[in-house]
């Protein structure tokens, strides 16, 4: 008996001890029930609800945002990953993709304002825009959003064209959550869906 239990004490630690792999879906939700692996990092909860199967957030006022991201309890984490999702805004003039997210300080954004796409950094609460393009995005229209992150290389695709890619040796040590954000400056009101998310580990170092 206590070798069996020995090996079954074994087997046990060698599962829970496998890091995470390559290609694995490490986070993903189809919104189609309700907002429980989610928490709220800026606004309200009040500002998002689920519409036929797809998540949708609105902001009614100048200079502000919204922003949710994964529940502690149901993210893996990943040092290097991809994230893909549907996307449709529906009004305003800015769009925000956001990941690497570690705290309200600290995170990664490719941001659309008007016809220029912007990669920007937040870090310790300061904003730098790194690298940016004109690549424009239509309210009413929806996208085929993917976000890649690998070795210090960003990448961003829109309907699997690459519109974006950018090395940033720092970001490698600055491992975080994906997030999905609605935000308006002077032009308000904003709101946009978002749907059938997949984030998928592209190593099997965790985050």
Known sequence: MKLVATILLNLLFFCCAMPIQANEVIYSDDFESDLSKWTVSAGSLTDWKLDAGTLVGTINKRNSITEIIPANEFWTGSKYFSTEFDYKPFLGADKNFVFNYRDPNNWYEFHFSGNNLYLAENNGGV?????????????GTAYKIKITVLKGDITLFINDEIVLSHHDQSSIDKTGKIAFKVGTGAVYPSSASFDNLVVTSLDDTLG
């Open 127 to 139: 904003y730098t825009n790194l690298t940016n393009k004109v690549v424009p995005i239509q309210n």
